[in-house]
């Protein structure tokens, strides 16, 4: 794989990371998102201030929520994440984040408690 890649790998978790984990969107924002950011999250206001708003609220009404990668995919400028969403407070949810750094679109899907077969979501 090549190295370009790889960086967009890691940049795309330790931006999810500062933004989710350790409740720093701002940073994230101003640490790796370029001129414009672009929502796709239809609960989220455009924008880079719409971000910042939405996970200070995150970060007050659940405290403690986690994520955990399950799987990084990386084609070109786009890096996927298939993450396992977790907190006090909240539904378990796995859930696909598509990011380019000026842009974010998500698909999420609550993990249910019962499960018909004995496979995971992961």
């Not at 708003?53 to 990084?72: C, E, I, N, S, T």
């Amino acid at each position: 794989m090549s190295e370009k890649l790889e960086i967009n790998k890691r940049n795309a978790m330790a931006f999810y990371d500062l933004m989710f984990n350790q409740n720093k969107p701002k940073q994230a924002i101003v640490q790796y998102v370029g001129d414009e950011y672009i929502q796709h999250n239809l609960e989220i206001e455009d924008g880079k201030q719409g971000f910042i708003d939405y996970f200070l609220r995150m970060a007050k009404q659940y405290p403690g929520k986690r994520v955990h990668f399950k799987r990084v995919i990386a084609e070109g400028d786009y890096v996927v994440l298939h993450c396992f969403q977790e907190g006090p407070g909240l539904k378990n949810y796995a859930g696909i984040d598509i990011f380019r750094f000026d842009e974010h679109g998500r698909v999420v899907e609550a993990v249910p408690e019962l499960s018909a077969n004995n496979n995971t979501m992961f």
